[in-house]
């Protein structure tokens, strides 16, 4: 069935490093990769997303990259803050379908001041 | 604007016993979707309103749950008998044009 794969599970850098989290999807039909940043005790919020005929996208210190042959996509956040602690999702879906999102496996980061 | 909004936030519950969790979306998203955590694991879809109608509900676990969204408004999801492996945060998330979902906080269900 569909999934995805999100590496690493955890994450530790330290203030002002940059961090980064890799994903792969299964279904070769996903055309929409989301990011989600969960922090303690709060809601999962988007904070960037892609769609496949982009390869990258960037907004401020965050950017996400999409390798649509190797199935592979990540999200990058450089010059980390101690408030970029939390947990992070990514997730796949088909735009054209109902908007069911794939989730990976999570990553908790935690930046040390 | 008011946020996707879950009630309640943590549930204890015994085995066997009947739960019922509420959603309500944004106002004016049509699209309404249930979600489960479990167990520190991914977030697993489980199904989509659209409006009153039931889109898509290929991930509900079994038939002990039932989701309903009486008048396209907000949606329930009960879950009767519960058992232990239901335990997990329940998210519900709405949506208008199906790309941007956002999510409520969450309910923390744990059965005992």
């Known amino acids: 069935g569909e999934n995805v794969e999100q590496h690493p599970s955890t994450l530790s850098v330290q203030e002002g490093d940059s961090a980064v989290i890799k994903c792969t999807y299964s279904?070769?039909?996903?055309?929409?990769f989301p990011w989600y940043k969960q922090e303690l005790g709060k809601r999962p919020q988007l904070i960037i997303d892609?769609?496949?005929?982009?390869g990258e996208k960037k907004d401020q210190r965050i950017a996400v990259t999409l390798n649509k042959t190797a199935k592979h996509f990540s999200l990058h956040i450089t010059e980390t803050q101690p408030e970029d602690s939390a947990v992070y999702f990514c997730?796949?879906?088909?735009?054209?379908?109902?908007?069911?999102?794939?989730f990976g496996q999570g990553t908790t980061l935690q930046v040390k001041p | 604007e008011a946020g996707v909004t879950q009630f309640p936030s943590h549930s204890v519950i015994e085995k066997g016993q009947t739960v019922t969790l509420r959603c309500d979306p944004i106002?004016?998203?049509?699209?309404l979707y249930w979600y489960r955590r479990v167990m520190g694991k991914e977030i697993k879809f489980l199904l989509h309103?659209?409006?009153?109608?039931?889109?898509?509900e290929s991930g509900m676990p079994n038939n002990r749950f039932l989701a309903e969204r009486t008048g396209g408004t907000y949606s329930t999801l009960k879950v009767q008998p519960a058992e232990l492996e239901d335990s997990g945060v329940y998210f519900c998330?709405?949506?208008?044009?199906?790309?941007?979902?956002?999510f409520g906080s969450g309910t923390q269900l744990s059965v005992l």
């Open positions: 892609i769609r496949s005929n982009v």
């Open positions: 997730a796949a879906s088909r735009l054209s379908n109902t908007g069911k999102l794939i």
């Open positions: 279904d070769s039909a996903s055309n929409y």
């Open positions: 998330a709405s949506s208008q044009d199906r790309e941007k979902l956002f």
């Open positions: 106002s004016g998203h049509d699209n």
């Open positions: 309103f659209v409006k009153e109608s039931k889109q898509d």
